[in-house]
Structures are given as structure tokens and as C-alpha cells.
């Protein structure tokens, strides 16, 4: 087979398999034919220089041996971790296909639009948005890696991509000289919106980005900008994603070891509290390590909504399993010890751990965490796809509307309340 028809093959193979999970996600029908043919114009391949299937594995250079030989792996359904001309990981992957146009899915791209990615790697997302918006439009890519900004021009130009710029710069500044924007798409995740893109999109504008929650997982939304300014939910998941730096990385603390807090060593042998708790319960084992940060992700994404004490704690480095981190992503170990309640005025701690709920110092923070767990399974246990947003400037002083969380994150401030027909909203219908 000529490396040509091994490349069609192995992309027909990957469109099936996206087709697959885009519709299992609530897209009727699959990929919309813009995305499907533009796909199809922009091989993986293009955009794959040296690259890593995790952050143990070998290091691989798409050079060396027949093209064909990497497409099995190329075309797989998987982040493939961006490593530097010196054999060096960056903090930086080609996310998993299914997960790029799935989300570009909910980014509504239309012939004509002005659309800027920020964090765009090698390129291989804004090869695709280009594609979609078609001649008539522009795709806007800025990378805070100057090396992979050159591999990404390099790449869109190779795949005769000339509606396309790439940008070497932070990204939280947007791209002021190519705004207003129709589309705006974080692949990278961040904390809260720098104030600068409520300037930089128009009204009706879309922007989809990964919002980190505390600990491992992002709110995955997709917002529209109203007549007033603000922007509101369209439809929201949750997944995980490689954090931003630079001007984008986060205001919230990473999690740290309880052993780095100074209550700790006051309060670690005084427990006061102690019941059992399911999350992280499977059958009668427990899920420890990193499958204790996933399965927690829907209760720690309300506790960062409704509880401004919750903290999560790394593990401690004793207790490490093989590492499961969101490859290209150094800081986001999904192996948490615990998250819980930081109550320092009162000196009291709550913690989860995988299976229980432990309290110290006195039983206050834990009396709050179990409330906050009841309110949780009384709603149903909402993930992010629950509830409704409104994003909008911080303003300087603000009364939250009854029924609604507040949390203010910096220069932005987000008002959460779940959707009226909550339970009934279901992910797939949500959209
Ligand atoms: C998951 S990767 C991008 C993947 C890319 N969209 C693709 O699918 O090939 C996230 C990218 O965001 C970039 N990034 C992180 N912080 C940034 C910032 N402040 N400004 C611009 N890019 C940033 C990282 O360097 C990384 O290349």
C-alpha cells in the first residue's frame, strides 16, 4: 500500500470512530459534512513531528523510517505528547482527535467566521478550523511555544493551508490586531476569562473553553456573548486538559501535600469526625490514586462552585502509584490524596478521602462538607452539564441573585444556578 492510500485508510478509520463518539455525545448524525471534509483535507500526519504516546514512553520521530509506519499510531485516538528538537517533552500535545472536533463540534464554525484558537500547538485544530470556515474566512492561532508556533506554520503550509496565521505569543492577551472574533476556542485550560476577550468577540460570538475546576478536571463550556455583554452558557461537559501558562496559568492554588499546610501538624492527630463515604467506591474496592480524582470530578466541580474553603491535596510522595497524568501536563497528577474543607479561622480541617470522610481539630469544617455533600446528592449530583453560567466582568460591587452560586475568579465573576428542568437535562440532551 503507498503512504498515500495507508494515510486515507487510517483517517477513514479515525472519522468512523469520531463519527462514533460525537453522535454517542448527544451530536445527532455525527460531524457536520464542514468538519467531516475538512478532516479529511488536514492528514494528523502533517502536524506530527517527534512525538510520545505518555509521558514514560519512548520518544518517536515521525523522520525516521516509512511514513506508514507511525500512521497506526498517529491516527489512533489518542493526545500525542509534542517533544522538542533536543528530545525533550514539551508541555504541549496534539490532543485526542474525538476530543478536538468534538469540541469544535460545539464551536458552531460557519463559512466565513473570523475564529482564534488559543494554545493551537503544532496547528493540527486550526488546520481544521481553517478548513471549515472555508476561503472566505480566517483561522487565528496564538502559541505561547515559539518552537511549536514555527512547527505549526511550518505544518499549515505544507497542508496548503493559506487562510490561516499563526501567532508566537501569550495568548492571554487574545489578538487584538485580528479582532472582533466570531469564534473563540481555548485548548488549553484556564482558571477564569481575561477581561481582554470581552472586548475581542462581538455580540453572538461563541467561545468554548476548558475552566479548570480545584484538582484534576476541567468545565468544559461553550458560551454565547449576548446583547448585554455577558456571556452564557450554550452546553457544558466535563473532561481533562493540559493547564495554560504564562498569562493563562492559574490563579488557584495546584494541590499541595497536607504535610505542606501548617494546621496539619496541629490538627493531623486530632480527629473528631469520621464517617464513611461512597465517592470513589468500587464495589469493595476502593478507588485510590488517580481513579480518585476522576471519580470525584463532579463533586469537587460543585464544591469549587459553592465552596470558596475547598482545597484538594496531592498525594503524598509515599503513596505515588504509576503516574496518570494528562500527558504534556507536568502539574496534573490525577492521583489526589483528598480534597475537603479549609476552615483556618475556626482551625478546623474536613477531609475526603477514597471511602471516608475524616474531620479535625473540632467537627465544624466536617458538619459543613457533609452538608455540602447532602446538597449535592439532594440536587442529584450535578456535574457542570446541570448547571447555567453567566460570565461577566467582576463588577465592583455585587449582590449574588438569590438561587445562584457566585464565585469570582479574578477579573471575571460566574454565576452558576442549576437548569430549571435539572434532572431532566441529561448529557446527551444537553446542547
Ligand atoms: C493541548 S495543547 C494544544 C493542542 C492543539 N490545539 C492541538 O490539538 O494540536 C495546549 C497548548 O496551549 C499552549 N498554551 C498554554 N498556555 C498558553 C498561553 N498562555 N498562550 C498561548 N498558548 C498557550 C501550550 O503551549 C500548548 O501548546
Known amino acids: 500500500m503507498t503512504s498515500r492510500r495507508a494515510a486515507s485508510a487510517a483517517q477513514g478509520r479515525l472519522m468512523e470512530h469520531i463519527d462514533r463518539v460525537v453522535a454517542a455525545n448527544g451530536v445527532a448524525g455525527g460531524l457536520r459534512p464542514a468538519l467531516r471534509s475538512a478532516l479529511q483535507d488536514c492528514p494528523r500526519h502533517l502536524f ?10 519512548a520518544v518517536l520521530d515521525a523522520a525516521i523510517g516509512r511514513p506508514e509506519d507511525h500512521y497506526d499510531l498517529i491516527y489512533q485516538d489518542i493526545a500525542l505528547g509534542h517533544v522538542d528538537s533536543a528530545g525533550r517533552a514539551l508541555p504541549s500535545t496534539n490532543s485526542p482527535p474525538s476530543t478536538s472536533l468534538y469540541f469544535l463540534e460545539r464551536l458552531d464554525l460557519r463559512p466565513g467566521q473570523t475564529v482564534l484558537e488559543v494554545g493551537c500547538g503544532s496547528g493540527w485544530t486550526l488546520a481544521l478550523i481553517a478548513r471549515a470556515v472555508g476561503p472566505s474566512g480566517h483561522a487565528v492561532g496564538v502559541e505561547v511555544i515559539p518552537e511549536l508556533a514555527e512547527q505549526a506554520k511550518r505544518a499549515l503550509a505544507g497542508a496548503g493551508i493559506t487562510n490561516a496565521t499563526v501567532f508566537a505569543a501569550d495568548g492571554a492577551e487574545g489578538v487584538p490586531a485580528k479582532a472582533p472574533f466570531d469564534r473563540v476556542i481555548f485548548t488549553t485550560s484556564i482558571w477564569s476569562l481575561p477581561v481582554t476577550f470581552f472586548g475581542q468577540v462581538g455580540n453572538g460570538a461563541r467561545l468554548v473553553a476548558p475552566f479548570q475546576i480545584r484538582g484534576p478536571g476541567v468545565d468544559v463550556l461553550a458560551l454565547d456573548r449576548d446583547v448585554s455583554g455577558e456571556f452564557r452558557a450554550a452546553w457544558a461537559t466535563s473532561s481533562f486538559f493540559v493547564r495554560g501558562t504564562g498569562g493563562l496559568a492559574a490563579e488557584a492554588p495546584l494541590p499541595q501535600p497536607l504535610s505542606s499546610m501548617t494546621m496539619w501538624a496541629e490538627l493531623a492527630n486530632q480527629v473528631v469526625f469520621r464517617v464513611p463515604m461512597p465517592l470513589g467506591t468500587l464495589g469493595s474496592a476502593t478507588a485510590r490514586g488517580s481513579l480518585f480524582g476522576a471519580c470525584t470530578m463532579a463533586f469537587r466541580s460543585y464544591l469549587t462552585k459553592t465552596e470558596p474553603d475547598m482545597r484538594v491535596f496531592a498525594a503524598e510522595h509515599d503513596d505515588l502509584l504509576p503516574p496518570f497524568v494528562v500527558l504534556g501536563d507536568p502539574t496534573s497528577a490525577m492521583h489526589i490524596a483528598g480534597f475537603g474543607i479549609v476552615d483556618e479561622a475556626r482551625r478546623s480541617l474536613a477531609i475526603c478521602y477514597p471511602g471516608e470522610m475524616v474531620g479535625y481539630g473540632n467537627p465544624s469544617a466536617a458538619h459543613r462538607l457533609l452538608a ?13 452539564e446541570a448547571f447555567d453560567l453567566v460570565l461577566r466582568k467582576t463588577p465592583r460591587a455585587s449582590a449574588p441573585p438569590a438561587g445562584a452560586w457566585t464565585e469570582t475568579r479574578g477579573e471575571t465573576t460566574f454565576v452558576w444556578s442549576l437548569k430549571t428542568d435539572w434532572p431532566r437535562a441529561s448529557r446527551l440532551g444537553a446542547g
Do not use: I, K, S
Not at 506530527?48 to 514512553?57: A, T
Not at 446538597?375 to 456535574?383: K, N, V, Y
Open 48 to 57: 506530527v513531528d517527534r512525538y510520545q504516546l505518555g509521558p514514560m514512553g
Open 372 to 384: 455540602a455533600y447532602r446538597a449535592w446528592t439532594d440536587l442529584m449530583m450535578p456535574g457542570v
